[in-house]
């Protein structure tokens, strides 16, 4: 994609500090970090966001699929090992969940020992009005996942 920032970085036209390259995934520090080391894991393939990445994977997708959530997963531990005390994996979907590059990442985010849990993370920042409401919402997910499976020949 030309006008995407994260393709330019894959294509060498934009500078990064790459933690990690193969042929298929890159992992990159993020220029914004919320914390030192903060890294960005990039499929090679331009898939805007989770809903994008073809379904059945098959073939080359699901090669690359597969090394973007080893390397995540690699990440987070290389994180511990290194050092640092714990590691947050956060990844958005669209503006409304803080997506602002189109090109799907997961955020690989180390923590030092000592730091307060980071708002973003923490929970009971929202509260169902009842039972039935937590009910109502685990039923739409129920549906529209089993809409998913259905789609997807699963
Ligand atoms: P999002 O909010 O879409 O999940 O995260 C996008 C991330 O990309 C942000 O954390 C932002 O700091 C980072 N970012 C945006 N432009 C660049 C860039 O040109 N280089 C690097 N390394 N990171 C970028
Ligand atoms: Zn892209």
Not at 85 to 90: D, R
Not at 132 to 145: F, H, Q, S, Y
Request: include cysteine; proline fraction near 6%; hydrophobic fraction near 45%.
């Amino acid at each position: 994609m030309s006008d995407c920032i994260f393709c330019k970085i894959l294509a060498g036209e934009i500078p990064s500090a790459k933690v990690y390259e193969s042929g298929r995934v890159a992992a990159f520090l993020d220029i914004g970090p919320m914390e030192k080391g903060h890294v960005l894991v990039v499929p090679k393939r331009h898939w805007p966001t989770l809903a994008d990445v073809p379904a059945p994977l098959a073939g080359e997708d699901r090669a690359v699929w597969d090394e973007l959530f080893d390397t995540v997963r690699r990440l987070a531990k290389a994180a511990l090992r290194a050092g640092w005390a714990g590691a947050n994996v956060l990844q958005c979907n669209g503006e409304a969940a803080g997506q602002t590059v189109g090109h799907l990442h997961f955020h690989v985010i180390p923590r030092p020992a000592g730091g307060a849990v980071p708002p973003a993370f923490e929970s009971g920042a929202a509260r169902y009005a009842d039972d039935a409401e937590r009910d109502a919402v685990a039923a739409k997910l129920r549906t529209a996942l089993a809409d998913v499976l259905r789609d997807e020949g699963v």
